[in-house]
């Protein structure tokens, strides 16, 4: 079903792959990109889960968008292994404005259709989602 917003719609394998990050923790990270030929979201990149911060920080373009979730693992401070999946926008200042717009507005829908995320950012540049902001957010 295609976004009323923007006419995107998203492809199946976005939530299948996410399904598998969630249930059974095979990826680390999934980066997704809208494909303009088809008018879809499409996944891109999948990190395996020994993949680290800075491989996933790696695989996001440094002036193009990307939505991308990212499984965190974390101990807290009674000593509980926890992990919490974070959804990224990236959308950085040197992507072309047009393509800013096309994300923005499909945002909310591609989220919908990724039920278990716990916690949502918005990045222009790397420091906006550095591994402390993920820490301050995990807890």
């Given at each position: 079903?295609?976004?009323?917003?923007?006419?995107?719609?998203?492809?199946?394998?976005?939530?299948?792959?996410?399904?598998?990050?969630?249930?059974?923790?095979?990826?680390?990270?999934?980066?997704?990109k809208i494909d303009d030929t088809v008018q879809e979201v499409m996944v891109e990149?999948?990190?395996?889960?020994?993949?680290?911060?800075?491989?996933?920080?790696?695989?996001?373009?440094?002036?193009?968008?990307?939505?991308?979730?990212?499984?965190?693992?974390?101990?807290?401070?009674?000593?509980?292994?926890?992990?919490?999946?974070?959804?990224?926008?990236?959308?950085?200042?040197?992507?072309?404005?047009?393509?800013?717009?096309?994300?923005?507005?499909?945002?909310?829908?591609?989220?919908?259709?990724?039920?278990?995320?716990?916690?949502?950012?918005?990045?222009?540049?790397?420091s906006e989602m550095s591994l402390d902001i993920f820490k301050e957010r995990a807890?």
């Open positions: 079903m295609a976004n009323s917003a923007s006419g995107i719609a998203v492809n199946d394998e976005c939530k299948l792959k996410f399904l598998e990050l969630k249930a059974k923790r095979n990826f680390r990270y999934i980066t997704f990149k999948t990190g395996n889960h020994g993949e680290s911060y800075e491989d996933f920080t790696n695989s996001l373009p440094a002036n193009d968008c990307r939505y991308a979730v990212f499984d965190y693992d974390f101990t807290t401070d009674e000593n509980c292994h926890k992990s919490k999946i974070f959804f990224i926008a990236w959308s950085p200042d040197t992507a072309r404005v047009r393509t800013k717009m096309l994300y923005a507005s499909s945002k909310d829908r591609f989220k919908r259709e990724l039920d278990g995320i716990q916690v949502e950012l918005q990045a222009t540049d790397p807890y």
